[in-house]
T-cell receptor, first 110, second 115 residues
Framework: SQQGEEDPQALSIQEGENATMNCSYK?????LQWYRQNSGRGLVHLIL?????REKHSGRLRVTLDTSKKSSSLLITASRAADTASYFC??????????FGTGTRLTIIP | ETGVTQTPRHLVMGMTNKKSLKCEQH?????MYWYKQSAKKPLELMFV???????ENNSVPSRFSPECPNSSHLFLHLHTLQPEDSALYLC??????????????FGSGTQLSVL
């Protein structure tokens, strides 16, 4: 299976702390993306990092990509209650469609 | 607002019913997708219409039938569903080119319950 694996499956932290989620995959990829999903809603694209990039920032989000380890991490700094959601990594390889990871359920405790 | 609109938001149907899910995108994208999201499972790609081609996941049962009359509209026709088909059905669109797929824009989904 080319499915991505994310860990942890669930994460609870205090508001203001940083949250880190990890994603691993099995093949060479074109790009890796992170999405957020609030309960029962559609996914929202957060950030895309290409295979030739190592780090990318967007506001309080920082994404790293290590192609030698076939892994990526998403860091949310200074977390807020509104960050409570599920976070998914997704990647594609060759001309294939995006494959999604299993997701991390993040809960921010006020 | 992502520019992708799905209707209805919620749907309850019996196993003998026929219903359709509708998706519309106003982003000028050339690819549209149906995904199924079940509890504790990864998103499952069901169908893709991309660059005027239709790509299917061969594991999707024939009781799900997609229709894409133009690049802005996508339907998923449902008939004789089973209770295990209850899930959140998500439509998405993107700009697709030969080098691969860029980011997806999702609708809010249709929460389907099959009784």
């Amino acid at each position: 299976s080319q499915q991505g694996e994310e860990d942890p499956q669930a994460l609870s932290i205090q508001e203001g702390e940083n949250a880190t989620m990890n994603c691993s995959y099995k093949t060479s990829i074109n790009n890796l993306q992170w999405y957020r999903q609030n309960s029962g809603r559609g996914l929202v694209h957060l950030i895309l990092i290409r295979s030739n990039e190592r780090e990318k920032h967007s506001g309080r989000l920082r994404v790293t990509l290590d192609t030698s380890k076939k892994s990526s991490s998403l860091l949310i700094t200074a977390s807020r209650a509104a960050d409570t959601a599920s976070y998914f990594c997704a990647f594609n390889f060759g001309n294939e469609k995006l494959t999604f990871g299993t997701g991390t359920r993040l809960t921010i405790i006020p | 607002e992502t520019g992708v609109t799905q209707t209805p938001r919620h749907l309850v149907m019996g196993m003998t019913n026929k219903k359709s899910l509708k998706c519309e995108q106003h982003l000028g994208h050339n690819a549209m997708y149906w995904y199924k999201q079940s509890a504790k499972k990864p998103l499952e790609l069901m169908f893709v219409y991309s660059l005027e081609e239709r790509v299917e996941n061969n594991s999707v049962p024939s009781r799900f039938s997609p229709e894409c009359p133009n690049s802005s509209h996508l339907f998923l026709h449902l008939h004789t569903l089973q209770p295990e088909d209850s899930a959140l059905y998500l439509c998405a669109s993107s700009h697709h080119h030969r080098e691969g797929q860029e980011k997806l824009f999702f609708g809010s989904g249709t929460q389907l319950s099959v009784l």
